[in-house]
């Protein structure tokens, strides 16, 4: 078979029966979630009975997966192999097992891998055998002069439309935030009457929540995604809508607290998927954070939290330095391991 676009693998799920096997990877959590979500509807409504969920990630063993195939034999109904691949890396034991599934898929199966990183760098001979014998459908981050056309199908799907301005204005108030975009859209949908013509920049306005107004969610988030040209562009407006840097850290100490935590986990080779799902974290978050644990060893995250500390005392005044550089110095650390050595070296 081949690679393909989210859209029309989408067209295909629906209208085709499933593959052997199928890859979803990429780094816009949104869409890598719907495209899969579709497999596992679409392998239910086709009668796969069963859905195994493995966590690819640290160190596990793909023995799992070679065994789980192996026993099928055992069972009458069809089965989903879920497998759940965060860093789009399988490492040698694994290229070899999807490998060996690609070249003899069992019958009545069906194999789902998912991954929240992806580039070129990423593939392989495994992903080769995936395009040869099933779907690859990389998920590369939206254009900037691609966002209107999806937010329009995007309406289009809930039986709505709006005008050219309406649309361009949608683009400003998301900042490119597939999820804040999907969000606002399913209010549009729930707030206006299908049919009722496009929605016109007033009603939108009307509407919209604004989305792009910086607060500190969005500020963390860029350093978390690794943006880190971003973040000194939110620091400053917040700077300049009167905002303090004391308001800022409640958020801040607690993302970085929570991933130091994950690190921990890691460092021990425990199962950091796991930990998690246990924490009960939406699965874009699992992803926000997965990608920002690869970035750094667990020592660093340890010492991002003390930084934190450090930057509060300066602004409540117990200690000397400038709060505001010190907090853009911390999540540029955040953001870029290269600006991590520097700040760690102190």
């Not at 289009?156 to 361009?168: N, V, W």
């Not at 910086?214 to 040209?229: S, T, W």
Request: glycine share 8%.
């Amino acid at each position: 078979m081949a690679e393909i676009r989210p859209d029309a693998f989408m067209k295909r799920v629906a209208a085709e029966a499933l593959p052997s096997v199928i890859l979803i990877a990429g780094d816009e959590p949104l869409v890598v979630q719907e495209c899969a979500d579709a497999v596992r509807e679409k392998a239910k409504a086709e009668g796969y009975g069963e859905r195994e969920v493995l966590d690819a990630e640290g160190n596990f063993d793909w023995n799992r997966l070679t065994q789980g195939l192996a026993s099928l034999s055992l069972f009458a109904q069809r089965r989903l192999f879920d497998l759940r691949l965060p860093s789009g890396k399988p490492g040698k034991d694994g290229s070899e097992a999807i490998r060996d599934y690609c070249a003899n898929p069992p019958p009545d199966t069906v194999l789902l891998i998912t991954a929240q990183d992806w580039s070129r760098q990423h593939a392989g001979k495994w992903s080769e055998a995936i395009t040869a014998t099933g779907h690859m459908v990389p998920v590369w981050p939206l254009k900037a002069h691609e966002l209107p056309e999806w937010l329009a199908t995007r309406l289009r799907r809930k039986g709505l439309a709006a005008t050219p301005e309406a649309l361009a204005r949608l683009v400003e108030r998301v900042e490119g935030n597939l999820l804040a975009a999907a969000q606002e859209i399913d209010k549009l949908a729930l707030l206006l009457d299908k049919g009722a013509g496009p929605i016109d920049v007033e009603t939108l306005e009307r509407l919209v929540a604004e989305a792009s107004r910086y607060d500190v969610f969005k500020l963390v988030d860029a350093a978390l995604a690794g943006e880190a040209a971003r973040v000194p562009r939110i620091l400053a407006a917040l700077r300049g809508e009167g905002e303090q840097v004391a308001g800022l850290l409640g958020w801040t100490l607690g993302e970085i607290t929570k991933i130091a935590g994950f690190a921990a986990v890691k460092a021990r080779g425990g199962n950091v998927m796991a930990e998690m799902r246990a924490a009960k974290l939406w699965e874009s978050k699992m992803a926000q954070y997965t990608r920002a644990l690869e970035r750094h060893p667990p020592s660093s995250w340890e010492r991002f939290a003390i930084a934190v500390g450090e930057v509060e005392r300066m602004a409540k005044g117990r200690a000397s330095g400038d709060a505001w550089r010190a907090l853009e110095r911390l999540l540029l650390a955040v953001a870029r391991p290269r600006a991590a050595m520097t700040l760690l070296a102190k």
